[in-house]
């Protein structure tokens, strides 16, 4: 018997903690005070899809995805590294080589198919709702959109007891959200901005 009392409460930390996939907890309010997250450039990723074009120089052109070893490959430049770089650097790099060909070589670099953002810059609602959803993340995109697209809470659902779960800083951090007083009252101060990779889950009843 002494030793069933430790390990109960062993047991009970061990349920507890695995349940918590957040980092800390803060407030919709803390939250609130942070700036959403605008992507002001973009970086180049693997799968992504570019068209070089090379003014007055058509044979120079051509249309690449990016491969898994983050590389290229373009006529008369061969294989570069893009990944991680910015539309224009890759513009730049390739200049810098096709002058040895080329004289004052104009070359624009167009992204065509941002394949490896299909998953980070999307929206998740997840748990008692009409369906779990994945949604491509849209400026101005709030909780209660993204809930409503999910076809809003079903009937098990316990909207008081939402959560937010989303990358500050490093982090994952766990917001409360009352999506009832949302959905009933209107409440707009809980009603924020989404960001893009945020995860939304609204629990069950405890009946």
């Known amino acids: 018997m002494k030793y069933l009392i430790p390990l109960l409460a062993l047991l009970l930390g061990a349920c507890s903690t695995g349940q918590n996939y957040a980092n800390r907890m803060v407030s919709i309010s803390d939250l609130g005070e942070r700036p959403v997250r605008m992507v002001t450039e973009y970086r180049i990723g693997i799968g992504d899809v570019m068209n070089i074009n090379v003014w007055k120089n058509p044979d120079l052109g051509v249309t690449v995805p990016v491969r898994p070893d983050g590389k290229i490959s373009a006529p008369l430049v061969g294989d570069i590294v893009v990944a991680g770089l910015t539309p224009e650097e890759v513009a730049a790099e390739i200049t810098q080589r096709l002058s040895r060909f080329v004289r004052t070589p104009n070359v624009a670099v167009i992204m065509t198919n941002l394949g490896s953002t299909a998953y980070i810059s999307r929206v998740r ?10 949604l491509p993340h849209s400026q101005g995109m709030t909780i209660l959109d993204a809930v409503l697209a999910a076809g809003g809470p079903n009937e098990f659902a ?17 917001v409360p959200v009352d999506l009832e007083s949302i959905m009933t009252e209107g409440n707009l101060a809980e009603n924020i901005p989404l960001q893009p990779g945020d995860t939304l889950t609204i629990p069950e009843k405890l009946f």
């Open 125 to 134: 609602v997840t748990g008692a709702v009409g369906q779990s959803v994945s």
């Open 158 to 174: 316990d909207p008081a007891n939402a959560k937010l779960f989303r990358r500050v800083d490093g982090e994952t951090v766990m």
